[in-house]
T-cell receptor, first 114, second 109 residues
Framework: NAGVMQNPRHLVRRRGQEARLRCSPM?????VYWYRQLPEEGLKFMVY????????ESGMPKERFSAEFPKEGPSILRIQQVVRGDSAAYFC????????????FGQGTRLTVV | AQRVTQPEKLLSVFKGAPVELKCNYS??????LFWYVQYSRQRLQLLLR??SRESIKGFTADLNKGETSFHLKKPFAQEEDSAMYYC???????????FGSGTRLQVQP
């Protein structure tokens, strides 16, 4: 089991472009979480998804950010019209259906907006 | 809303010295508390959770509801303990974690 896989590891975008971050959960996991880490800060929750459903998006910015977890394929975090303030490390975690099980983290995608 | 505070950005100790990484939280309900660790160039991983009441790699943490704290302790630090440590809280009925800003532990030889 390769663990939670995120790609790309590093992504550079110019202001105004779109960024797409991918997360493949661990085998057998149907719950995905996205977190953002700004420099010198802790991880901040963004969104929690199950297959084809957004369960909790209380941490998502109201504009430009969206997330999906389709029936087939990885979860995608999409940032439209990126700005410098979007530069951060974005982490994905996955867990199985049981609410008490551990969430396993990916290695993150570092987004730099130039 | 819940909040997790780790007051120290950096904690530097010598090998063999005791370690205490501080974590305080604010939450009106009954929380689940966790410690996560990130070693250099590795992914974030769970170290321990308060409901397990276990000791992992010599580390322990006790939930003190009166002081709203969940400090991480180890009696004798090792060089391989050098890493970033994050305290996290899970609120009742939620699956998302609220993280503190992290403490970098440096264990010097």
């Amino acid at each position: 089991n390769a663990g939670v896989m995120q790609n790309p590891r590093h992504l550079v975008r110019r202001r105004g472009q779109e960024a797409r971050l991918r997360c493949s959960p661990m085998k057998g996991h149907s719950h995905v979480y996205w977190y953002r880490q700004l420099p010198e800060e802790g991880l901040k929750f963004m969104v929690y998804l199950q297959k084809e459903n957004i369960i909790d998006e209380s941490g998502m910015p109201k504009e430009r950010f969206s997330a999906e977890f389709p029936k087939e394929g990885p979860s995608i975090l999409r940032i439209q019209q990126v700005v410098r303030g979007d530069s951060a490390a974005y982490f994905c975690a996955s867990s199985s259906q049981d609410g008490n099980t551990e969430a396993f983290f990916g290695q993150g995608t570092r987004l730099t907006v130039v | 809303a819940q909040r997790v505070t780790q007051p120290e950005k950096l904690l530097s100790v010598f090998k063999g010295a005791p370690v205490e990484l501080k974590c305080n939280y604010s939450y009106s309900g009954s929380p689940e508390l966790f410690w996560y660790v990130q070693y250099s160039r590795q992914r974030l991983q769970l170290l321990l959770r308060h409901i397990s009441r276990e000791s992992i790699k010599g580390f322990t943490a006790d939930l003190n509801k009166g002081e709203t704290s969940f400090h991480l302790k180890k009696p004798f630090a090792q060089e391989e303990d050098s890493a970033m440590y994050y305290c996290a809280l899970r609120a009742t009925g939620r699956r998302a974690l609220t993280f503190g800003s992290g403490t970098r532990l440096q264990v010097q030889p």
